[in-house]
């Protein structure tokens, strides 16, 4: 028997990262570990606990959380759990990908030209999702559909769109083109001003 048996590990954004996770069970086990990087590299994250995050020790398991306040370090960041047993052995979780929204400094209104926005409908959605993209200036625009456990799903490029408005889509489909099974999808859309998310609702 596993010293734990996890049901879900995912980080959502609210004023900071919280990171989430869920088990069935727990044996033998001491506690968990949090580690941070800005790319998907493990081998030289940062660990998050000064000391270890003791484990309740329930048979039918517990759940959850960590609030992580420096999230300034990228719009993207990746995070994985390790159990720890009494007896020493470990496990590794994730990663969990925490999307950072932008935010944008205080300044003085922009003049209607310049302002840019991102519109999804309809929204929840059955078999294509439709976007309405304005830009502010002439740029490559990157498109990213992440699930809910942070996985990427689908991603592509515009190498050069024409500042204002835009009509993109997305068919549901994964890079491989395979149907998406229903559930939240967040769309992340990268401009050369501003990076907007979306919740996505399929059905």
């Known amino acids: 028997t596993l010293p734990v048996e996890l049901t879900s590990f995912y980080a959502t954004y609210s004023n900071g990262g919280n990171i989430y996770w869920n088990t069935a069970s727990e044996n033998n086990l001491l506690g968990y570990n949090l580690y941070r990087n800005s790319n998907l590299s493990l081998s030289n994250a940062v660990k998050l606990n000064a000391a270890i ?37 470990t496990q590794v979780f994730g990663p969990a990908v925490l999307i950072v929204p932008f935010t944008e400094p205080e300044t003085p209104p922009l003049p ?66 395979r149907n998406t099974t229903s559930g939240i999808y967040l769309m992340v859309v990268k401009t050369q001003e501003r990076t907007f998310t979306r919740k996505l609702l399929k059905m």
Do not use: M
């Open 112 to 177: 209607p030209d310049k302002i840019e926005y991102l519109s999804a409908y309809p929204n929840p959605f059955g078999n294509s999702v439709f976007l309405e993209l304005k830009i502010a200036f002439p740029a490559p625009v990157t498109v990213k559909v992440y699930n809910i456990k942070g996985q990427l799903i689908r991603n592509w490029e515009y190498p050069y769109l024409e500042t204002g408005i835009h009509h993109l889509s997305w068919d549901g489909l994964d890079n491989k083109q």
């Open 53 to 89: 995050i003791p484990a309740t020790g329930c048979a039918t398991g517990n759940n959850y959380r960590y609030y992580d306040s420096d999230t300034a370090l990228s719009d993207t960041l990746y995070y994985w759990l390790e159990s720890v047993s009494y007896s020493g052995f």
